[in-house]
């Protein structure tokens, strides 16, 4: 990152500490109990962008859950062919950030001002523009991988142990996600 970008983000990080995020009670979901879900991700490239679809296919297809709406940033001006808008699917890129590197647009703002029961975070690094719009989510439980920044957003961090994979990441999640307030079986009679 050049000397420039890096003083923009450090301007930005500086101004969404300052900044204070919507008033919300967090509510923990079980992911069986949310209604509505919604995922931000990091596009780093097909792959990733293949394996988070997946991952809504099986929130989909396992779960049953219909509201589910992702957004992905593309670290680049214009994203590729396979990041066309789809169904569920939202993508946005640096053309979209302002000179602090903060995310703007119909796109980010339709986002963070719906209430999603939970919202997944399945960044494996720091990416300013897409903490903003979770530090300014109007979600009632947000999730995603352990950091010191992200300690300032989200209710509940998952320690990803040191591995830095985006699939590793989705299993750690989901599993977590899978075990809040989950319902308790009753003994039989019979």
Do not use: C
């Amino acid at each position: 990152m050049k000397l420039l970008d890096q003083i923009k983000e450090w301007l930005g990080r500086r101004a969404l500490l300052k900044e204070s995020g919507p008033e919300r009670t967090p509510v923990a979901k079980n992911l069986t109990q949310a209604v509505k879900v919604g995922i931000i991700y990091l596009v780093a490239d097909e792959k990733a962008h293949e394996q988070v679809r997946n991952y809504v296919k099986k929130i989909k297809e396992e779960i049953g859950i219909t509201k589910i709406m992702a957004l992905g940033y593309f670290d680049q001006k214009e994203p590729p062919y396979y990041l066309h808008a789809k169904l569920n699917f939202d993508v946005f890129s640096q053309k979209d950030l302002n000179w602090y590197r903060i995310p703007h647009g119909n796109v980010v703002q339709n986002f963070i001002a719906e209430e999603y029961d939970v919202l997944i975070d399945l960044t494996v690094y720091d990416h300013l523009p897409l903490q903003y719009i979770l530090a300014k989510s109007r979600a009632r439980f947000k999730v995603g991988r352990q950091s010191e920044t992200n300690a300032h957003f989200l209710d509940m961090m998952i320690d990803t142990a040191g591995a830095d994979s985006l699939p590793q990441l989705i299993a750690n999640v989901n599993r977590y996600l899978m075990m809040i307030n989950a319902p308790k079986e009753v003994p039989s009679l019979n």
